[in-house]
């Protein structure tokens, strides 16, 4: 299987310009940006820093982007992950991924890990076994542990993760020296909104009658990535019916769109 990092070039490169909001969330973050970038300058008085920093919220409210922003601000690798891929491995190959991913990361350090869906593989061991798959996950986390453990944090590895359910995590991974940081990653309110959407129309053909204020109090509910979906879904809309310009319509429009979406994927869940 191809590398399991993805090293962000300069085109892909995302930095906290790019994430719209979530200002403390940020501003928490800013301190590993800095850690990254001169590794040293903290470890010289004896410190520690801390290994694994937990982001916690919703689905789309910009966990992954913000892990992204990080490592790109200190203009590092950053190697991810989903824990959901390391469930469907065959036995043995979960914690094989993880000593490789770990292993990879060391020689590139400073560099960025991030297990997205941590919950995933995650859960609170000995509990919900499904199928004889859970032996499989437990061996996954019990080695994801293992490596937490058995590197110092002074090789500028950084280990970030993302949930939105925080508390079927296993105790052991919240524990001091693992993710003994966690940072809440909500979704956005009405001046989020209104940034969000100032990312996502920024190379966008506006007409002058779009107003994204109003735009954005006609969106409550809504996180960063179905702001992103409905001002992408704008664009096609006014494209299709051969349009110059993006009018306020169209974003009415597509803003329905993605709330009939929204409901019809949360028919199917309940
Ligand atoms: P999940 O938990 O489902 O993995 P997530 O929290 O990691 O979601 P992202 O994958 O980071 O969410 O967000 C998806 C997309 O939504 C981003 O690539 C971006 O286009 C848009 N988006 C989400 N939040 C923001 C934000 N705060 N600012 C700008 N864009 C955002």
Redesign the pocket.
């Known amino acids: 299987k191809a590398a399991l990092y993805e090293n962000l070039d300069e085109h892909t490169r995302i930095t906290f310009k790019?994430?719209?909001?979530?200002d403390e969330a940020k501003g928490e973050v800013m301190e590993v940006v800095d850690f990254l970038k001169d590794p040293k300058k903290y470890t010289k008085l004896g410190g520690k820093l801390p290994k694994g920093v937990l982001?916690v919220?919703?689905?789309?409210?910009?966990?992954?982007?913000?892990?992204?922003a990080v490592a790109g601000e200190a203009d590092v690798p950053f190697f991810s992950i989903s824990g959901s891929d390391f469930v469907e491995m065959f036995v043995g190959v979960g914690a094989a991924r993880v000593r490789d991913l770990f292993r990879q990361a060391k020689e590139k350090a400073p560099c960025i890990i991030f297990i997205?869906?941590i919950d995933a593989v995650g859960r609170s061991r000995g509990k919900g076994a499904m199928m004889g798959t859970n032996d499989e996950r437990e061996n996954t986390l019990n080695q994801l542990l293992v490596e937490m453990d058995g590197f110092a944090t002074d090789k500028g590895v950084i280990l970030m993760a993302?949930?939105?359910r925080p508390d079927v995590l296993d105790t052991a991974l919240l524990r001091p020296g693992r993710f003994d940081r966690q940072i809440m990653?909500d979704k956005?309110d009405l001046k989020?909104r209104i940034?969000?959407l100032k990312?996502?129309t920024k190379s966008l053909s506006l007409s002058t009658d779009v107003n994204l204020k109003v735009l954005a109090s006609q969106t409550p509910g809504f996180?960063?990535?179905?702001?992103?979906?409905a001002a992408n879904e704008a664009a096609l809309l006014a494209s299709r019916k051969g349009k110059q310009s993006i009018e306020m319509k169209d974003f009415e429009d597509a803003i329905e769109r993605v709330v009939a979406g929204l409901e019809k994927k949360n028919k199917v869940i309940n």
Do not use: Q
């Open positions: 790019d994430v719209a909001g979530l982001l919220g919703p689905p789309g409210t910009g966990k992954t982007l913000l892990a992204k997205d869906e993302a949930t939105n990653v956005p989020g940034d969000i990312v996502h996180a960063g990535a179905e702001i992103a979906n």
